[in-house]
């Protein structure tokens, strides 16, 4: 479970510090209580009832801080916002402002967020990729 929803993503997007808990790492830790409110153990074959089980952490460690203990917040710890900033063809942007003016309410420039409105925010780089290349 832990590859599928921490390790894999965290290295998909490039995160040396997430994803494990390696030398290096965040130290985010979180523990589930393997037994549903039914009183079902959590078994990868009842898939229903591990997702249940799964959605309510009973302790949490984030950076190496407890933030949770027995279900209960015990701090407050605040984290990074990543985000990607891939680079984009300039000429498309009046064609774009364009189809945001006939198309939505919201104005295109409303959209833009400047790194002052991402407090503790972290650039994930963007690299082009072909369609079949694998890590």
């Known amino acids: 479970m832990a590859i599928v929803t921490r390790a894999a993503p965290a290295r ?30 959590c078994r990868c074959s009842r898939f229903a009832s591990c997702r249940r089980a799964l959605a309510r952490v009973r302790h949490l460690v984030k950076g190496g801080r407890w933030v949770l203990r027995e279900g209960k917040i015990v701090e407050e710890v605040r984290g990074r916002t990543f985000y990607v900033a891939p680079g984009h063809d300039r000429a498309l942007e009046r064609e774009l402002r364009d189809y945001f003016e006939r198309t939505y309410t919201v104005a295109f420039d409303n959209y833009a967020l400047d790194d002052d409105d991402v407090p503790l925010g972290e650039v994930i780089p963007c690299e082009r990729r072909a369609a079949n290349a694998s890590s």
């Open 12 to 41: 998909i997007l490039g995160l040396r510090d997430k994803g494990h808990l390696g030398v290096g790492a965040d130290g985010d830790v979180a523990l589930y209580d393997r037994v549903d409110v039914d009183g079902t153990e």
